[in-house]
């Protein structure tokens, strides 16, 4: 046999592979990874909304599976003096934490972005640090500090510590959508008389709101489902929704907690749904 | 979030002056000050000085078995986690980066929910499953597989498995986006010059998307080093990590300056590791 004919041949084979090859063996390739792709996600999501058919069942311990309907475990979820102080105070810390972080973020990432700041580098890595840094050392760190001076279960202390944890976030989502928007039509403003504050109001503002909305709603959720430092920072009367269910976890597993995860859970789908709304009508408005 | 345009585009964007800028960022200066950096140097403080210099403390953790042991089991544990995430997570970022429309949606929207839903409530959600007479077991048993429930709750696998399921979306994002940044013609290319779909995997895709796979590994990584609630919920109380004994040593033990040099050494752990991997972390939920 030539060397040719070998080369043709040893061609003819690779073509005839190489056609399997795209018909055959990834058809079945893809099969078995979409299958296992499916069964990861099947993983993710299950365990996040199993809570829901086990705040509907009738049994007063958890059983699976949940025999009879009942919405009991939510009506006294509702009557419970106990779980109401604890959601409303969650609710009054997070709507505080929302506003000032809010503004706070908003401010400074105009004086980073646009401004001439020194240390601006050192200022940025700091806004960052509280999301890296481990909530376990802030809990014990502000507890230490907040203990002696009474701000321990108390609303001050929880917005201005929830503020810290959440201020990264809406710096991050105004960050971005200044770098996005146009200076010229802001020096357009200033140029017609506007004011830096008209300029910024009636210009900047209205453009980068749904970064600042997105920014708002990342910081309600980051204190209304904060648990750790919740945990530490609570006292015996102020305490949060998210420190009253890790002890009803630890001590009281009734399926009212149930009922209680399902209510964050719709919030929360709720909120960051509304969050991808906006996104996608921004992205929309670009094309 | 630094802003590189040319001098000329500086005077163009009506750059703020100094006092401005710094007027602006005050409020979050004041606010990362006060709530960040003073509790924190105030525990790292107590931890050395108790009141006179000590390293006392510091040298304890490396003395004492016991905790050395846990030392050395939360890295294994972080380690494991991390494993586990990338070899569930990463085919679940390849299929997500080839999907178009409507099911690229509903497989985004299987890995945004649980990352947005609170851990409390996830953790919990473990816990429902594993107990003694939970889901996994109830359904054991229903299939005849084991006569009696099985011990899976309170263990240092129900941990491994929480910490997987709470953390895996941190590691599918990043992947994810460095998987989408590939251009396709790449995967034709080596297709075309006979490269089977397992080899231009191999070849092209895997080594291109090694970014991502970094920053989700490293954020798992961290994240899990200092994580607090799942352990503290599904762990049992042999199964202590770092973050579960500085807990305990504050809530507990009330042992300040203890606590303080645990907290450090994880402090220290997890910012030398974010000053090594600096350039391939990214932050926040909204990736």
């Not at chain 1, 934490?97 to 105009?110: D, K, N, R």
């Not at chain 2, 790449?186 to 080899?199: F, P, V």
């Amino acid at each position: 046999m030539s060397i040719v004919s070998e080369a043709r041949n040893a061609g003819e084979r690779r073509h005839f592979s190489a056609v399997r090859r795209a018909f055959v063996r990834p058809g079945l390739g893809r099969w078995f990874l979409n299958g296992f792709a499916g069964l990861v996600l099947v993983f993710l999501l299950l365990p996040t909304l199993i809570v829901i058919p086990m705040s509907l069942g009738d049994a007063s311990y958890i059983q699976f599976p949940p025999k009879g309907l009942t919405l009991k475990w939510y009506q006294l979820y509702f009557s419970d003096h106990d779980w109401m102080a604890a959601t409303w105070f969650s609710v009054k810390i997070a709507l505080a934490t929302t506003i000032a972080a809010t503004v706070i973020g908003t401010l400074a990432s105009f004086a980073l972005v646009r401004g001439n700041l020194p240390g601006a580098r050192a200022l940025q890595a700091l806004t960052l640090a509280p999301l890296v840094v481990p909530h376990i050392v802030l809990a014990v760190a502000l507890y230490l500090v907040f203990a002696p001076i009474g701000l321990t279960g108390n609303f001050v202390g929880f917005a201005i510590a929830h503020t810290m944890l959440s201020v990264p976030y809406v710096m991050l989502t105004v960050s971005a959508a200044l770098q996005r928007f146009d200076p010229a039509l802001e020096l357009a403003a200033l140029n017609c008389g506007a004011s830096r504050a008209q300029a910024f109001w009636h210009v900047v503002l209205p453009d980068i709101a749904p970064g600042v909305a997105a920014g708002a709603v990342f910081a309600f959720l980051a204190s209304f489902d904060e648990a750790t430092v919740a945990f530490f920072v609570s006292g015996i009367e102020g305490k949060t929704i998210t420190r009253k269910l890790f002890e009803d976890i630890d001590y009281n597993l009734t399926p009212v907690i149930a009922a209680v995860s399902t209510v964050m859970v719709v919030v929360s789908l709720v909120l960051m749904g509304g969050v991808e709304w906006l996104r996608s009508r921004g992205s929309n408005r670009k094309l | 979030m630094a802003d590189t345009t040319a001098a000329g585009d500086r005077s163009l964007a009506g750059q703020l002056s100094r006092r401005a800028s710094l007027a602006l960022a005050l409020p979050l200066v004041l606010l990362l000050g006060l709530a960040f950096l003073v509790p924190v140097a105030k525990l790292l403080a107590g931890s050395v000085f108790a009141p006179h210099p000590t390293a006392e403390h510091w040298w304890r953790i490396v003395q004492e078995p016991i905790f050395l042991r846990i030392l050395m089991r939360t890295v294994q544990t972080a380690a494991i986690v991390t494993v586990l995430a990338f070899l569930l997570g990463y085919p679940v970022a390849l299929v997500m980066s080839r999907q178009g429309g409507r099911s690229a949606v509903l497989v985004a929207a299987c890995v945004l929910i649980p990352l947005w839903t609170s851990v409390l409530v996830r953790s919990y959600a473990w816990i429902v499953l594993l107990q003694r007479t939970g889901v996994v077991n109830s359904m054991l048993l229903k299939w005849g597989l084991i006569d009696q429930p099985l011990r899976l709750i309170y263990t240092e696998g129900a941990v491994i498995v929480a910490m997987t399921h709470v953390l895996l979306p941190y590691m599918i994002l990043p992947i994810f986006s460095s998987l989408r940044s590939i251009p396709p013609e790449l995967d034709r290319a080596a297709r075309n010059l006979g490269a089977g779909a397992w080899t231009s995997f191999i070849a092209v895709t895997l080594p291109l998307s090694l970014p991502g796979v970094y920053a989700g590994a490293i954020m798992v990584f961290i994240l899990s080093l200092g994580f607090y609630v799942t352990p503290a919920l599904v762990g049992g109380p042999q199964n202590l990590t770092l973050a579960t004994l500085i807990g305990q040593q504050t809530t507990d033990l009330l042992n300040w300056p203890f606590s303080g040099a645990l907290a450090g050494l994880l402090l220290v752990v997890t910012l030398g590791l974010v000053a090594v991997f600096r350039r391939v972390l990214s932050f926040g939920k909204s990736m």
